[in-house]
């Protein structure tokens, strides 16, 4: 598992509104890329559009191409839905299904009739899922209990159980932590690091320790104003651009000038 994301000279549109422009990039599997930049600058619709959830929204669209191990996924014949069982997606505020238990909430992308699993397999699925979220200890005399009465930081973990129990090649993240306290932060941090031997992992961050602490790779985005496209500034090694960035613009964000 964990496959290599190559985006070239990707556009996305929302109707006739030109959102972000001109992204080209690789994205290397078994490590983690971080993507920063202001609000409104365009982060979290170029995320959508690696696992085709920007298409979703009507009039929503990209030109170019995204390659994962070489293969379009936006070629002709390409199933969307399975494009998202490849390539997961965690968001900023953890979403479990409300009136569905733990052990559901885990199992709730596998597609459990037509693989025929008997209830040892998912038993065994399960365990594995939260047990690669770091979840596993703290739930386990619980199961069937749901997965709203868990704390933020551990919905959170049950999220990522979810997204990882479906076996995607990649994990795309947006903000997972802006919801969380200091301590489930750092647990969520750790088990990326964690995760990065397994899979492909983009986060989307406003905090730029967060960035520095757990990416291997950083995208710096920046927008020109109000009603521009959002644009790729700088990509490169996250201490080279938290460091000595080759853009004036990334040195000014990154430093806190402005933002
Ligand atoms: N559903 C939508 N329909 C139309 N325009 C949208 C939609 N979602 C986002 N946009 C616009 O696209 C641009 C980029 O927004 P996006 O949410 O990707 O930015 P972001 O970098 O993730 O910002 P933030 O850091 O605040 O989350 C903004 O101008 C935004 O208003
Ligand atoms: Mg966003």
Same mark, same amino acid.
């Given at each position: $598992? ?10 996305? /549109?929302?109707?006739?509104?030109? !959102? @972000? &422009?001109? +992204?080209? $990039? ?5 490590? *983690? #890329? ?25 009039? !929503?669209? @990209?030109?170019? &191409? *995204? ?6 996924? /936006? ?11 490849? +390539? ?8 479990? =299904? ?67 129990? *479906? ?15 200091? %301590?489930?932060?750092?647990?969520? &941090? ?8 397994? /899979?492909? %992992? *983009? %986060?989307?961050?406003?905090? $730029?320790?967060? !960035? ?31 460091? #000595? ?7 000014? /964000?990154?430093?806190?000038? =402005?933002?």
């Amino acid at each position: $598992m964990s496959k290599r994301i190559e985006v070239n000279d990707l556009n996305v /549109y929302y109707s006739s509104f030109l !959102a @972000v &422009e001109g +992204v080209s $990039m690789n994205i290397e599997p078994r490590s *983690v #890329t971080a993507f920063i930049g202001p609000s409104g600058c365009g982060k979290s619709t170029f995320l959508r559009t690696l696992n085709r959830m920007h298409e979703v929204i009507p009039g !929503a669209r @990209v030109e170019g &191409e *995204v390659l994962l191990d070489g293969d379009d996924l /936006y070629g002709p014949g390409v199933d969307p839905v399975l494009v998202r069982r490849q +390539v997961g997606m965690v968001f900023q505020r953890p979403n479990p =299904f409300p009136t569905m238990s733990i052990r559901e909430n885990v199992l709730a992308g596998v597609n459990l009739n037509n693989r025929k699993l008997s209830k040892s397999d998912t038993d065994d699925l399960a365990e594995r899922s939260l047990s690669g979220a770091n979840l596993w200890n703290e739930v386990k005399d619980r199961l069937d209990k749901p997965g709203s009465g868990l704390s933020g930081g551990q919905q959170q973990r049950l999220c990522i159980a979810r997204a990882i129990a *479906v076996s995607p090649e990649v994990l795309l993240m947006d903000e997972p932590c802006s919801a969380l306290d200091p %301590i489930s932060t750092l647990a969520i &941090e750790d088990l990326i690091d964690e995760l990065k031997q397994e /899979y492909t %992992i *983009v %986060i989307v961050t406003h905090n $730029m320790q967060q !960035a520095s602490r757990v990416s291997d790779r950083t995208a710096f985005f920046n927008i020109a104003g109000t009603g521009k496209p959002g644009k790729l500034i700088e990509f490169d090694d996250t201490k080279k651009i938290f460091s #000595t960035p080759a853009e004036k613009a990334t040195e000014d /964000y990154v430093s806190g000038r =402005f933002g």
